[in-house]
């Protein structure tokens, strides 16, 4: 059995007739979708459509008001708790420490989620997304574009089977891009990964496509 934290195979997301209102607003309806890894799973529709709200159900940060999201390793069901250890997630919601360096945020997180993260093993996750120079200065200096970087290098700290990116170009120039589009090639190779976008060629990076609002 493969160690949901570590295992690169087996896993498989079940989208099962998800629906999701906020009192009488249906902000999702019978959603239903499967992808395991190896996997690209697309969320794809225009601003306002419910990317957003089913990529927090998919990670269970919020409930769906119908339906159901299994992760499963080997046919088994995790807890919320395997799940939760298990993914990376670069979203819009998530912030750092602007008080802190970009290796001080990373190493605090470490700590936090349980993992020994060395400063050259952090120093080398930063350097991966063009952050080379930049981890000893302030987060609060941070362009937007170099705050993203940070958020992948936060995704990847732990090698999560299960990678959740919303929105994962935004606020990046050309090469920044084209870093989230080789970590996504490179993490479809053995990881299941789950993208929220209205990008064309980001829905085009999709095995599965779930299209909300048509």
């Known amino acids: 059995m493969l160690d949901p934290l570590t295992g690169q195979g087996g896993f498989e997301l079940i989208v099962d007739s998800v629906s999701k209102s906020y009192g009488a607003r249906r902000v999702l309806r019978d959603v239903t979708a499967r992808a395991g890894a190896g996997q690209v799973l697309v969320i794809a529709g225009p601003?306002?459509?419910?990317?957003?709200?089913l990529i927090k159900i998919v990670a269970?940060?919020?409930?769906?008001?119908?339906?159901?999201v299994l992760w499963k390793l080997d046919g088994r069901a995790l807890t919320a708790a395997d799940v939760r250890r298990a993914i990376g997630m670069v979203s819009p919601d998530l912030t750092f420490y602007d008080e802190l360096s970009a290796i001080e945020n990373l190493r605090f997180f470490a700590q936090v989620r349980g993992l020994s993260a060395t400063p050259e093993f952090v120093k080398s996750l930063l350097d991966r997304?063009?952050?080379?120079?930049?981890?000893?200065?302030?987060v609060g200096a941070y362009s937007s574009g170099m705050k993203q970087r940070l958020k992948f290098a936060f995704a990847l700290m732990h090698n999560p089977p299960l990678l959740l990116l919303?929105?994962?170009?935004?606020?990046?120039?050309?090469?920044?891009?084209?870093?989230?589009?080789?970590?996504?090639?490179?993490?479809?190779?053995?990881?299941?990964?789950?993208?929220?976008?209205?990008?064309?060629?980001?829905?085009?990076?999709?095995?599965v496509i779930i299209q909300l609002g048509a």
């Open 60 to 68: 269970r940060l919020i409930r769906p008001t119908n339906g159901r």
């Open 47 to 53: 601003n306002g459509s419910g990317k957003s709200t």
């Open 166 to 207: 919303d929105e994962p170009t935004a606020n990046l120039d050309e090469r920044g891009i084209a870093l989230v589009y080789d970590t996504i090639a490179q993490a479809r190779l053995c990881k299941c990964v789950v993208i929220a976008t209205n990008e064309p060629e980001e829905v085009r990076l999709g095995d």
């Open 129 to 138: 997304f063009g952050l080379r120079g930049r981890s000893g200065d302030l």
